[in-house]
């Protein structure tokens, strides 16, 4: 899996971790979820900051502290997420307003648009994956049916 940007991604992981403990509302350290998935525990610290501020999160301190996701996994999606970490250039190009004067431009004004139509759907799909779906094992699905 990849994202356009290793916070992005870092941060989708770290909240499916957190999902994963919500039920049992136990905190879960920067510390482990950085060791877990080979992160550096600094920059995890920082995308825990922005999950802060956003009111996903809340922090507790001392030795059993660390990370508790604030909404149910049921409420929130994986774009809203994504959404948090996106970068100044993606949304420069989103508002880009191109009037082709040149064959060129023409051109690269054809190509911004399928960008903007990729982007719509791909964040589309992003909000319609609730962090509950991704909590889902396997062997804890409805088993399939092929009896015909």
Do not use: C, H
Request: hydrophobic letters at 40%; charged letters at 30%; aromatic letters at 10%.
């Amino acid at each position: 899996m990849r994202f356009e940007t290793k916070r992005r991604e870092y941060a989708a992981i770290a909240v499916l971790e957190l999902a994963r403990a919500y039920r049992a509302k136990r905190p879960l350290s920067a510390q482990k979820i950085a060791a877990k998935y080979g992160f550096t525990q600094n920059f995890l610290t920082q995308i825990f900051q922005t999950l802060k501020k956003a009111n996903l999160v809340e922090a507790e301190r001392g030795p059993l502290g660390g990370f508790r996701l604030v909404p149910n996994p049921e409420e929130l999606t994986v774009g809203y997420v994504v959404g948090l970490f996106s970068d100044a250039e993606s949304k420069e190009r989103e508002s880009e307003n191109i009037t082709p004067q040149t064959e060129a431009e023409a051109t690269k004004a054809k190509l911004v648009d399928v960008w903007r139509k990729a982007e719509a759907k791909r964040q589309e799909y992003l909000n319609s994956v609730l962090y509950s779906d991704l909590l889902t094992e396997p062997d804890e699905q409805e088993p399939l049916n092929f009896s015909i």
